[in-house]
């Protein structure tokens, strides 16, 4: 394989990151920050770090590059746990529901797959969805565990080939 590619990436420099509320009003996030378009170079195989400069204060970031191929795999694996999560998620649910809502006779109580169900249910519904839109949107750049002027920032990938329009919150 000698198509070695490239990813584009996003360097966000975060300005503010306040929450808000939380007593008696909603809890609201509000992250600002300035961002800058990167083109990084994939290595021909296996990963790669490069150096990306944040325009905003000059902090230099490090940042992990994998291979296309691996970034693929990697890609789409996420993307099948996530709907593997979905199925059990469901398939647990209506368990759950079902062993739940029986009446039992007396003295007899519920089975021990009920309480591993519920577990399911719960693990499946936080997991299912992140590693389904993280598998969506990982294009194998990772920013590398930074000290101090490289914190609040972050490498966020870029779909070049699609426009979408997001909202900023
Ligand atoms: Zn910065």
Not at 55 to 63: I, K
Not at 100 to 124: C, D, M, N, Y
Not at 156 to 161: L, Y
């Amino acid at each position: 394989m000698t198509t070695t590619g490239t990813a584009e990436v996003a360097v966000r420099h975060i300005l503010s990151d306040k929450v808000t509320g939380g007593f008696l009003t909603p809890k609201t996030r509000t992250i600002t920050w300035t961002s800058a378009h990167y083109t990084v170079k994939r290595p021909p195989s296996g990963k790669h770090t490069v150096e990306l400069t944040c325009t905003e204060c000059s902090a230099s970031l490090l940042a992990e590059v994998r291979d296309q191929s691996t970034t693929r795999t990697l890609a789409a694996l996420m993307r099948v746990i996530g709907i593997v999560c979905g199925v059990v998620f469901f398939a647990a649910l209506a368990y759950a529901i079902h062993e739940g809502g029986k009446t039992l006779p007396e003295g007899q109580s519920l089975p021990v797959l009920f309480p591993i169900s519920v577990v399911a249910v719960v693990v499946t519904f936080v997991a299912g969805p992140v590693f389904y839109l993280h598998g969506r949107n990982y294009n194998g750049v990772s920013m590398l565990d930074a000290p101090k002027p490289r914190r609040g920032h972050q490498i966020r990938p870029v779909k070049a080939a699609r426009t979408r329009v997001r909202t900023r919150r």
